[in-house]
């Protein structure tokens, strides 16, 4: 018996891999930084590339529409088209090119959230990342600055709550929402477990019981949380450095898992199905 069941490898040899998507009709996407190219991943580990960003792509979100979304860290936020064009969307704020986006997630109206953490880290003088929002009407306002390395993005089924992490501190930080863009209550929502490791936070998502699941990079570990960031449990994975998660659309509870070990993206059983999201149409 696998000492890690429920665990299936779909492909191997993806430099850099980050960004897992399903899309409604259940192809799956993901990029490859290096190279700027969003792929498609077939089931049986065929790979073909789908659009090339001219940049560093780091995360992938649907649109309703049936758009991807990308963070890019070279080109900002961008849209792909489902022909393959690439569209820029936003980046720059207040005249200055915003510094690499990193990851995204959209509300439930449509409005995107999402981080810019590009030279920021945990050394003196490197908090200098940022977290910005997008309304769905084009508005773009900074939600807030001075962060070591802001990472993976989520917001609650409700609207309610915007977390993410702090990949230089080993910490999940976390705003409460009032409406679209409007943050308060700013705090240290969690603490990833054996903070003394090189295991801070990046990619995350809400499951459809208002857990969060997220990704402890180097401790090669998922770290679920409920809704108040109380820690629920850890699933050990069967490779180091995962990096980012998202769950399927079909309400299967299966989880696409990436990770830079063996430069792959895995299916998980996580057994309990995703939060719905606005690209899901519901």
């Known amino acids: 018996m696998s000492k890690f069941p429920g665990f299936h490898c779909l492909v191997r040899g993806i430099d850099g891999a980050e960004g897992p998507l399903t899309t409604r009709d259940n192809r799956i996407f993901m990029v490859s930084p290096g190279r700027g190219e969003v792929l498609r991943i077939h089931e049986d580990g065929r790979s073909e590339v789908f659009a090339n960003t001219g940049g560093k792509p780091a995360g992938l979100q649907l649109h309703r529409n049936g758009e991807i979304w990308v963070a890019d860290m070279a080109k900002g936020?961008?849209?792909?088209?489902?022909?393959?064009?690439?569209?820029?969307?936003?980046?720059?704020?207040d005249g200055e090119p915003i510094r690499g986006c990193n990851d995204l997630i959209f509300d439930s109206l449509g409005n995107l959230y999402f981080?810019?953490?590009?030279?920021?880290?945990?050394?003196?003088?490197?908090?200098?990342?940022?977290?910005?929002?997008?309304?769905?009407?084009?508005?773009?306002?900074?939600?807030?600055?001075?962060?070591?390395?802001?990472?993976?993005?989520?917001?609650?089924?409700?609207?309610?709550?915007?977390?993410?992490?702090?990949?230089?501190?080993?910490?999940l930080l976390a705003w409460d929402l009032r409406g679209p863009g409007q943050a308060t209550r700013f705090r240290t929502w969690a603490t990833l477990p054996h903070a003394d490791?090189?295991?801070?936070?990046?990619?995350?998502?809400?499951?459809?019981?208002?857990?969060?699941?997220?990704?402890?990079?180097?401790?090669?570990?998922?770290?679920?949380?409920?809704?108040?960031?109380?820690?629920?449990?850890?699933?050990?994975?069967?490779?180091?450095?995962?990096?980012?998660?998202?769950?399927?659309?079909?309400?299967?509870?299966?989880?696409?898992?990436?990770?830079?070990?063996?430069?792959?993206?895995?299916?998980?059983?996580?057994?309990?199905p995703g939060q719905p999201q606005f690209g899901w149409g519901l």
């Not at 936020?77 to 393959?84: A, R, Y």
């Not at 050394?123 to 990472?151: C, D, K, M, Q, W």
């Not at 820690?231 to 830079?260: A, M």
Request: hydrophobic share 35%; aromatic share 10%; charged share 15%.
């Open 77 to 93: 936020i961008l849209k792909i088209t489902p022909d393959g064009g690439v569209i820029p969307v936003v980046s720059r704020f």
């Open 197 to 272: 490791e090189k295991a801070g936070g990046d990619g995350m998502d809400f499951d459809a019981n208002g857990h969060l699941v997220a990704t402890a990079y180097s401790r090669g570990t998922l770290e679920v949380y409920n809704g108040s960031g109380t820690h629920l449990k850890t699933i050990p994975l069967p490779f180091k450095r995962c990096s980012n998660v998202h769950f399927f659309n079909d309400g299967s509870g299966r989880l696409l898992i990436t990770e830079h070990e063996n430069h792959a993206l895995w299916t998980h059983d996580y057994g309990v």
């Open 115 to 171: 981080t810019a953490p590009a030279g920021s880290n945990g050394s003196p003088g490197g908090a200098v990342g940022e977290v910005f929002f997008h309304s769905a009407a084009g508005e773009t306002i900074r939600l807030g600055a001075g962060f070591a390395f802001p990472n993976g993005i989520a917001v609650d089924q409700k609207d309610g709550l915007l977390v993410f992490a702090e990949t230089s501190t080993h910490k």
